[in-house]
């Protein structure tokens, strides 16, 4: 999986969130990086959560609390956004 691609989903889910206003009066980096968080998950990448927090400058418990919100949203409940240590494993070879 490309770059490319996972960048554009990225780009995608915020363009949801923002359309949606599911996440009205949260910080923009936060959305951002749960953005991030669950295009890296989608495609079976393991994310630096704390990596991007620090890069972006909020707080976990802000993404924290945007992750439970979207959770709740129809449109965001098939994201699967666990991963499988198999694919942790097949990714790196």
Known sequence: ???????TYAFHILKEIENGQFL?????????VISLVMA?????RKPDVNQ???????TKEEVSTCYKRLKRE???QQV???I???????SKS
């Open 1 to 7: 999986m490309s770059n490319n691609a996972i960048t």
């Open 24 to 32: 009205k009066g949260r910080g923009l980096a936060a959305k951002v």
């Open 40 to 44: 890296l998950l989608k495609h079976k």
């Open 52 to 58: 991007m927090i620090l890069y972006a400058r909020t």
């Open 74 to 76: 129809p449109m965001f």
């Open 80 to 82: 699967e956004t666990r």
């Open 84 to 90: 499988m240590p198999v694919d942790i494993v097949i």
